[in-house]
């Protein structure tokens, strides 16, 4: 029986290098045995071209390599990419904590963007709140791997994530996915799309996905580490002639998941609170006022966005497109950084963004030359308001609970213009040579004040009692730069492709919104910008009578003002106890990221593939100084591990009118540092990730059932943490931790 052409594309297209939803025919007979691996098409350089002619470390997963692996969201995928880490950030389930080659942004700071750009059908998604993309109505996940200013406009230092959703088809598609698993898991996502017309086509996507906790808060009742999201996209798309494409499309996502607190490692050294049996569990008792009334207070993440695309094929050559997009996001919830029940560092925290872009470009090819030259525009806001209640140092030293408050806005109005374009010499040499140049205005408004009370003014507490303000300021600053790209390939043979790349990446600086200027003056100043030179060469090649296909990158980047958010506590009124933390962002002056990368997809036999991949980073701190002391060799780079690696195994076989997939895989990372100065409490050991699968479709694609395996050696590993021993009165250090081992069977119905 031969397999059908969707899931012979998620086999052999590689999931560990690429496995993009667009494949040439196989080129062996259509009714023969297949002999070698689908050709693979990507869109990385903002045209359709074969995976392996592009200069580029690129790794992209299709939907049914997705469903095959029965992936939840985008942070699995760095199980299987390498040099990329994503996670979600302390204290949430919503919010995205994503590193590539050693650069990204461990604390998910308001007005802060990061230096991994995630794109949702290209639109750039400025904050991170809100951007932990669960997987549904996907066509492909796209990760691309160092500077991409020149291509995508906006601050790709470390490289770029595409998530791209599916567009529309011209007959009415209905379908039905149910899953079940560990922890009571009940997802449901129902869809369905269909045209009124040859030229107008609507659809929409709706998405239920709930799960109870993992632990338990020992103090509430309440679940741990649950999920409760609500999510959904729609869109409509004309095509009033063969040369025009106009789609409008919005999605929304509620995210009504419990406050998520770390783990303590250590008992409560003032209330005597014991260590939790398990990782998952907490003691926390944070309410939305800072008190402990018994209940979790409100915690609610709601995200959305519209956006308009055009695209218009003026020509044989020339394509012209516009994207315009305008989102939102909301965060509010109660940060319990001591995780226990009393009403001590308890901080409720409202993140509240919006951002307007405007992209146009202009997409050119001919024999020669092909590329793209691009205008965007940038208009955002980010605020953060928390109140960080201290209990017990307010009553010792006030008789009152004592409150600080810190209120903080930053705008941003950028814009910049970027090109990218390749020249082919003859049938082996080409070059491309890209550049974009920026302009990021940024403004700050900032309010730190300490009040005696259950809470400030701005969280409803009117009749508490203000003792000054600590920080009261207003600030501009302007950036501008121009950042170059040049790369060179030479085609070996038909089947082999070398290249050499230089590429700079830029990110503005800004404001922190947390600043104290009492304590640091030069907050006003904003910090600086950060630039990255990166210099990388690539091997693409396919062998073995096109049975395997490996791709390998070196690269060295010369890192200089790394841009890295933290908090620090500090002591307001030198009583010689730390009452207070504030927020702070170093631009660590020098850093040096250097790797070898590695992907390969074997197909051993019919039917039988090897997936394997694996990165080596040797990342260092060169310079930091502190007070004029250069204090490097104490510092390190944030959450990226020194080794990653990757080995799957899919097998293929007709059974009972379908085809059945078994997969099983392991993924291995290195070591890791979580913040710039190492804690053994909240670091994380090398560690292991077994996963399996098996997944049955018939012959049709009607139907499909699946049984996914997770974590299946049952890990605990550290995801993120605080780090606060001497504020407070209780040795404050919390840990994070990802998914134990679940298991989910799936139901897939379309017609």
Request: with cysteine; net charge negative; glycine share 10%.
């Amino acid at each position: 029986m031969r397999l059908s052409n969707a899931l012979r594309v998620a086999l052999f297209s590689c999931a560990c290098s690429t496995a993009v939803a667009v494949s040439l025919p196989s080129m062996a007979q259509e009714d023969a045995e297949v002999s070698s691996l689908e050709e693979i098409l990507v869109t990385a350089r903002r045209r359709t071209e074969s995976l392996q002619d592009v200069p580029i470390a690129v790794t992209a997963f299709s939907a049914d390599t997705l469903a095959l692996r029965g992936a939840a969201d985008i942070t699995e995928l760095a199980q299987i990419a390498p040099s990329v880490t994503l996670e979600p950030s302390r204290a949430t389930n919503s919010t995205l904590t994503a590193f590539i080659r050693g650069v990204g942004q461990q604390d998910p700071l308001a007005g802060f963007e990061q230096g991994v750009a995630l794109y949702l059908d290209d639109v750039y998604m400025a904050r991170p709140q809100g951007t932990l993309l669960d997987i549904y109505d996907v066509e492909r996940v796209e990760i691309l791997r160092g500077p991409q200013g020149t291509l995508y406009g906006r601050n790709a230092v470390g490289g770029a994530i595409k998530y791209v959703t599916k567009r529309l088809s011209d007959e009415p598609e209905f379908g039905l996915k149910l899953s079940y698993g560990s922890y009571n898991q009940i997802d449901a996502v129902v869809k369905g799309s269909v045209p009124i017309s040859d030229k107008v086509r609507v659809g929409a996507t709706v998405a239920s996905l709930n799960r109870d906790g993992f632990g338990e808060n020992l103090t509430t009742g309440e679940e741990h580490y649950n999920k409760q999201i609500l999510a959904a996209r729609a869109s409509i798309e004309f095509l009033p002639s063969d040369a025009l494409f106009v789609r409008i499309s919005a999605d929304y996502t509620d995210d009504d998941s419990n406050a998520v607190a770390g783990y303590r490692p250590y008992a409560g050294a003032f209330s005597g609170t014991p260590v939790t049996d398990s990782v998952y569990d907490t003691y926390a008792g944070a309410t939305e006022n800072g008190s402990t009334s018994g209940i979790n207070g409100n915690n609610e993440v709601t995200s959305k966005g519209i956006q308009g695309s055009i695209e218009w094929t003026a020509s044989d050559s020339v394509t012209l497109k516009s994207v315009t997009a305008y989102r939102e996001d909301y965060t509010e919830s109660v940060i319990d950084f001591d995780s226990l029940a009393i009403d001590d560092m308890d901080a409720p925290v409202i993140y509240d963004n919006q951002q307007f872009s405007q992209e146009f470009q202009l997409l050119y090819s001919s024999d020669k030359l092909s590329g793209v030259v691009g205008f965007y525009y940038l208009d955002a806001e980010a605020a953060n308001d928390f109140d960080v209640v201290l209990g017990q140092l307010g009553r010792i030293a006030y008789g009152s609970t004592l409150v600080a408050y810190t209120g903080g806005t930053v705008d941003t109005k950028a814009w910049s213009l970027f090109a990218d374009m390749t020249y082919q010499f003859n049938d082996e040499v080409s070059v491309s040579v890209g550049g974009r140049y920026t302009n990021d205005k940024r403004s700050a408004d900032i309010f730190r004040g300490n009040y005696l009370g259950q809470g400030s003014p701005f969280f409803g507490f009117t009749d508490s009692i203000f003792l000054g303000a600590t920080s009261d300021f207003e600030s501009e600053r302007t950036f501008k730069d121009f950042s170059p790209r040049v790369a060179v390939d030479y085609k070996v043979s038909e089947d082999a492709l070398v290249y050499a790349s230089f590429s700079r990446g830029f990110k503005a600086g800004s404001f922190d919104p947390r600043g104290a200027n009492i304590s640091s003056p030069e907050v006003e100043e904003g910090f600086a910008p950060e630039t990255l030179d990166s210099y990388e060469l690539g091997l693409k090649s396919t062998w073995w009578d096109g049975r395997a296909r490996t791709n390998i990158a070196v690269f060295y980047s010369d890192y200089k003002d790394m841009q890295i958010p933290g908090s620090l506590p500090i002591d307001t009124d030198n009583d010689g106890v730390n009452d207070g933390f504030v927020g702070t962002v170093t631009n660590a002056g020098k850093a040096t990221i250097k790797g070898i990368e590695f992907e390969g997809n074997f197909l051993l036999s019919e039917g039988l593939t090897l997936q394997t991949s694996f990165n080596v980073l040797d990342a260092e701190i060169k310079e930091w100084l502190l007070n004029g002391v250069n204090v490097a060799d104490d510092r390190a780079v944030q959450n990226t591990p020194e080794f990653m690696s990757y080995v799957g195994l899919t097998y293929m076989v007709p059974v009972a009118g379908g085809n059945l997939s078994l997969n099983g895989n392991w993924s291995h990372k290195g070591s890791i540092v979580q913040f710039e100065t190492p804690v053994a409490e909240i670091d994380q050991d090398a560690y292991s990730i077994f996963n399996a699968s098996i997944v049955w479709t018939a012959e049709d694609g009607r139907w499909s059932l699946g049984l996914h395996g997770k974590n299946l050696g049952d890990k605990e590993y550290k995801t993120a943490g605080y780090n606060f021993p001497t504020l407070g009165l209780e040795n404050n250090i919390t840990t994070f931790y990802g998914p134990p081992r679940t298991v989910t069977a799936t139901l897939g119905v379309k017609f």
